[in-house]
C-alpha cells in the first residue's frame, strides 16, 4: 500500500490527540432525514412494475447506496417486497398500503363518520349501476359505452374511473369498520 502525499498525513500533534467520533454526524442520520425517506417513499409509491435499485436511485434523486438502505428498511416494514436477487428488484406492496389507509381511517373518524361515509358511497354506486346499465365496473367496454352513449373515449372512461373509485372506497370503509367492530365510537374521536 503506497504512503498518502505527505500534506495529507497527520502530523505529530495530530497522531497524539484521536479524533472526536461522537462529534461526528451519524452516517445514517445523513441519509435517513424525512426528506431522504420521503423521496425514496414517493419513488416506490410511483413504481408499476418491479424496479432495480439504480432506478429507484434515479426516481428519488438520491444515490445506489441510500436506495439499498431504504428498500432493505421498505421491505421489513412490508412497504415492498423483493421480486429478484440478481439484479435485486423491488416492487410496491399494495397490500401495505392498503392496510394502511385503513389505519388512516379507523384514526381519523368516528364509527358513525365511516357509516355515513360508506352510506353515500353506496348510494353512488348504485347510481352507477343503474347508470351503466351492469352490476360492476368490470362489464363495461369504454369504446363500447362511449360508442353507444356518443361521447369521447375520455369523457367514458373518466365516469368509469369514478364508478371503480367509488368501488374502492367501498373497500376500504367495510374493511375500517369490520377491523373496528369491537371499538365503541365513544373510544376514538375524529382527529
Excluded: C
Excluded at 442520520?29 to 432506478?55: C, I, Y
Excluded at 447506496?65 to 406492496?93: C, H, K
Excluded at 397490500?95 to 348510494?123: K, M
Amino acid at each position: 500500500m503506497e504512503e498518502p502525499d505527505p500534506e495529507l498525513q497527520a502530523d505529530a500533534d495530530e497522531r497524539e490527540s484521536a479524533p472526536d467520533f461522537d462529534a461526528l454526524t451519524d452516517p445514517q442520520n445523513l441519509v435517513r432525514g424525512e426528506r431522504t425517506r420521503d423521496d425514496f417513499f414517493d419513488a416506490v409509491l410511483g413504481l408499476d412494475s418491479p424496479a432495480t435499485v439504480g432506478d429507484i436511485a434515479d426516481l428519488a434523486g438520491h444515490g445506489v447506496d441510500a436506495a439499498r438502505e431504504y428498500l432493505d428498511w421498505f421491505e421489513r416494514m412490508g412497504i415492498v417486497t423483493q421480486v429478484t436477487e440478481s439484479p435485486a428488484t423491488y416492487e410496491r406492496n399494495d397490500g401495505y398500503l392498503r392496510w394502511r389507509r385503513v389505519q388512516q381511517l379507523q384514526t381519523q373518524y368516528t364509527v358513525d363518520e365511516l357509516l355515513s361515509a360508506l352510506e353515500t358511497e353506496r348510494a353512488a354506486d348504485e347510481e352507477f349501476a343503474v347508470t351503466f346499465g351492469v352490476d360492476s365496473p368490470s362489464d363495461i367496454s369504454i369504446t363500447e359505452y362511449a360508442s353507444a352513449t356518443d361521447q369521447p373515449v375520455a369523457d367514458a372512461w373518466e365516469e368509469l374511473s369514478s364508478w371503480q373509485t367509488t368501488r374502492r372506497r367501498i373497500d376500504l370503509l367495510e374493511r375500517a369498520l369490520m377491523a373496528d367492530s369491537g371499538t365503541s365510537t365513544d373510544e376514538r374521536t375524529a382527529v
